[in-house]
């Protein structure tokens, strides 16, 4: 909750306190118990008020104050706890809802005709308690994907480049804070903080950055080559000897740090901390810079592919899946880089995406491409169904999927 929240709410405790009578709705009891109503001298729309429905497993993190609204004035609005996103939705009410704000209840008042009722008894008497608003309706909080798409737009502004010079405030325009990524990211700083370890981005100088291609390559090529001189093997390179050389050599030793995580595993050998090159991280960026230069035949494409990566290692197309794209030409077989990671993260935009690049799927292709979708109470399946056509020409042909 922000300060002009907190200071409007104690602003209406501060107008309201002794004048509603809150207290005695909750005490009534039994069947047929009334209460007397009223206008109080307050009575108004008070926009600044807003009925919120939700569930029992969110109100600890809501009166704890763990829940933030996400949103730029063009955007709806969504409620963040610090795992979760829930988008927030006005429901109209058929009934009027009244709301009575906190305070005594007022002095008992004679009940309108209660003297005329059918046990005789000449007079009753009931608490007032005093109308501040009339709701027209409430939020209500439904699950959602987080929003990230805009994340990577945003780093991608500005990705870090060797022997880059952030002296002056004009060349960190572009450039994200943390706090920057609160405010214009409606994620929660849970989803947040597993999609950055998801892009491979990192903080340099307080700013979160996106490592530029060329310079993840770089310093890769380095690693490798000084794994050779100094006798390392690829399956346990010792981390300091790693960051102490590359560190001489004029790279900066966080930025070796994280290029080792991002294609490689740490492991611990003989009480000291080493690194283990992931076979198919490392031989699939050795495949994007392959297919830089764009479309390739199959075996060409395999032949430089091979020749490329550290030895030791073996090229294997199942490490491509969701990164190319084979496709027939007649007797020949092409292929093309297709990364899902470029594809959009909202459902609806990444099966327009798919099928502005092909017409027609198989599942043994689409498959790697939507499997890492998740939309809360939505599985697959249904994303399929909402999404696709599917057809089957016969019963042991393999199905194709069309755009609905």
């Not at 009339?134 to 060797?162: C, F, H, M, Q, W």
């Not at 689409?366 to 999404?387: A, F, M, T």
Request: with cysteine; charged share 25%; aromatic share 6%.
């Amino acid at each position: 909750m922000d300060a002009a929240m907190e200071d409007a709410a104690a602003q209406s405790e501060r107008e309201w306190d002794g004048g509603g009578g809150a207290d005695a709705v909750l005490g009534l009891a039994g069947a047929g118990a009334s209460l007397s109503l009223c206008y109080h001298e307050a009575f108004g729309p008070h926009d600044e008020l807003i009925l919120l429905e939700a569930a029992d497993d969110l109100l600890p993190d809501l009166l704890q104050g763990r829940v933030t609204v996400r949103g730029r004035p063009e955007e709806e609005a969504v409620l963040c706890t610090p795992s979760a996103t829930y988008a927030m939705k006005f429901v109209g009410n058929s009934n009027s809802v009244f709301l009575i704000p906190p305070g005594e209840s007022a002095a008992p008042t004679l009940r309108p005709n209660g003297a005329d009722g059918d046990d005789n008894v000449a007079s009753a008497t009931d608490a007032v308690a005093s109308i501040i608003k009339v709701a027209s309706g409430n939020i209500e909080l439904v699950r959602t994907a987080p929003r990230l798409d805009k994340l990577r737009k945003l780093l991608n502004e500005r990705p870090y480049v060797l022997d880059e010079d952030l002296g002056s405030d004009l060349q960190q325009k572009g450039l994200y804070t943390w706090q920057d990524l609160c405010e214009l990211v409606q994620a929660s700083d849970g989803e947040l903080t597993e999609q950055l370890s998801s892009i491979s981005a990192v903080e340099i100088d307080g700013f979160w950055r996106m490592v530029d291609d060329s310079s993840a390559n770089t310093i890769l090529d380095m690693i490798l080559h000084n794994s050779v001189l100094h006798d390392w093997s690829l399956n346990s390179m010792p981390e300091n000897d790693v960051l102490d050389v590359m560190e001489s050599d004029g790279f900066m030793r966080k930025i070796v740090t994280h290029c080792l995580n991002r294609f490689g595993t740490k492991v611990d050998k003989e009480a000291r901390g080493c690194w283990s090159l992931d076979e198919r991280r490392v031989c699939l960026q050795f495949a994007r810079r392959a297919l830089g230069a764009g479309k390739m035949k199959l075996e060409n494409f395999m032949g430089k592919w091979e020749r490329s990566i550290p030895s030791g290692m073996r090229a294997d197309l199942q490490m491509l899946e969701g990164e190319v794209l084979c496709e027939k030409l007649g007797a020949e077989t092409w292929v093309h880089a297709f990364s899902v990671a470029d594809l959009p993260l909202a459902p609806a935009d990444r099966f327009a995406a798919l099928f502005q690049e092909r017409p027609k799927w198989e599942w043994k292709d689409l498959q790697p491409y939507i499997r890492d979708l998740r939309v809360p109470g939505v599985s697959s399946e249904g994303l399929l169904i909402k999404y696709t056509r599917k057809t089957q020409p016969s019963a042991d042909a393999e199905p194709i999927f069309t755009a609905r």
